[in-house]
């Protein structure tokens, strides 16, 4: 029995040692030469590919075709009424301008002594004209021959000077009363002293008047005359009663307009006297 059981023992030790049946024996890997092991590095391996940077991911190669991009919608935007223009009356001025101008007259005109007739606009190229001009026949009973067209603040100041300076010095000097003022010119779209060239008058703008005489009851005298002015024998010997008379308005007149010119201020000025309510900084005004 012995020799039977360390038979038995001797097979199942072979048989535990023994490689399962069917398994794969382990195939044995070739050795790198020496001189190739060397080269070789456990890092290069397989090649990974570089992570191109954010900027060259997103930029399109030169020889991309550009894919056209949608435009935005432009914002919604309320519509808006267009500004209405001014409303315009005759001759080019606004009516607002027109009705201003005429609300003033009736306040400037209000209880003078002074037949006349509002006029429409005047608007003419080269900046002439008024907006609301009158037509000037009588003052105080004194009649305007022709009559003149003028700005209500021309015509308030010629209506003062006659009631309150021309008259009184009628009847102090000459012992009479004028009746008529011989008017040469009022509105007229011209330069000054009518030149080619220069500011525009203020006839241009209605706002002046030239006077070539008085006219009294029984006489008349020249705004021109050589004796009213001195160059004659009685204006020389200071006996001209005319003469009297015009020096005395011309002064006064200042009073009520801011030019006065007449014979002596220029040689545009000798037959007649201008009168004028152009507006100056300071009030200033011309006397000559």
């Not at 044995?28 to 391996?45: G, H, I, M, N, Y």
């Not at 315009?88 to 037949?115: F, Q, S």
């Not at 040469?184 to 779209?189: D, I, K, N, V």
């Not at 330069?191 to 525009?200: E, V, Y």
Request: hydrophobic share 40%.
């Amino acid at each position: 029995m012995q020799p039977v059981k360390a038979l038995l023992i001797l097979a199942a030790a072979w048989l535990a040692a023994a490689p399962a049946a069917g398994a794969a024996e382990p195939v044995p890997k070739p050795k790198l030469r020496p001189e190739l092991a060397a080269q070789v590095s456990p890092a290069a391996s397989v090649p990974v590919p570089r992570l191109r940077p954010p900027a060259e991911m997103e930029a399109a190669p030169a020889d991309a075709v550009p894919v056209p991009q949608p435009r935005p919608l432009p914002e919604a935007v309320a519509p808006q009424s267009p500004t209405p223009a001014a409303p315009m009356g005759v001759g080019g001025w606004p009516a607002a301008t027109i009705e201003a101008a005429r609300a003033e007259c009736r306040t400037l005109l209000k209880g003078l002594d002074l037949a006349y007739a509002p006029l429409g606009p005047i608007g003419e190229q080269g900046g002439c004209g008024a907006p609301a001009p009158v037509e000037v026949t009588a003052v105080a009973g004194v009649k305007l021959s022709p009559p003149a067209t003028q700005t209500c603040d021309m015509a308030a100041a010629l209506a003062r000077w006659v009631i309150e300076d021309v008259q009184p010095a009628a009847r102090q000097r000459l012992g009479t009363e004028v009746t008529e003022i011989r008017t040469a010119t009022s509105y007229a779209c011209r330069r000054r002293n009518n030149g080619s060239s220069g500011k525009m008058s203020e006839h241009s703008k209605a706002n002046a008047l030239d006077m070539s005489g008085f006219q009294f009851a029984k006489t008349g005298v020249s705004v021109g005359g050589k004796d009213n002015w001195g160059e004659g024998l009685l204006g020389a010997l200071g006996l001209s009663k005319g003469g009297s008379f015009l020096e005395d308005i011309r002064k006064a007149a200042c009073t009520h307009f801011t030019t006065v010119l007449g014979p002596g201020s220029d040689p545009f000025h000798g037959d007649h006297f201008h009168v004028d309510v152009l507006r100056r900084k300071g009030d200033y005004r011309i006397c000559q």
